[in-house]
């Protein structure tokens, strides 16, 4: 099994910054694509950022130029620094990540799609 949690979210004054944090564990052989995800009230759940192991990241046109995804391939673990947070960026927040996953041997055994349990990230005055 494979557990995603986050950390970093919270309240902030508009104009102010968040960090996120996602941190994986358990069968992990390696990890592909990770991305956040958030969803305010009353909307779907969309994409904010993702990355690839790689490095190679992507945006949602909101969050570029405000939020930088970043990861570290060793500790399984991705970021997003978030800048001059609006309160239309308040939702909850939620890590996604696409793992290969091992079995008891350490061989590869195929890969699934993992969510974190989300952290909410309330901008308001």
């Known amino acids: 099994q494979v557990q995603l949690v986050e950390s970093g979210g919270g309240l902030v004054q508009p104009g102010g910054s968040l960090r996120l944090s996602c941190a994986a564990s358990g069968s992990i052989l390696s990890i592909n694509t990770m991305a956040w995800y958030r969803q305010a009230p009353g909307k779907q759940r969309e994409l904010v950022a993702s990355i690839t192991n790689g490095g190679n990241t992507n945006y949602a046109d909101s969050a570029k130029g405000r939020f930088t995804i970043s990861r570290d391939n060793a500790a399984n673990t991705v970021y997003l620094q978030m800048n001059s947070l609006t309160p239309e960026d308040t939702a909850v927040f939620y890590c996604?990540?696409?793992?290969?996953?091992?079995?008891?041997?350490?061989?590869?055994?195929?890969?699934?799609?993992?969510w974190g349990q989300g952290t909410q990230v309330t901008v308001s005055s």
């Open positions: 996604h990540a696409d793992v290969s996953r091992k079995g008891i041997s350490g061989v590869y055994i195929g890969s699934m799609r993992y």
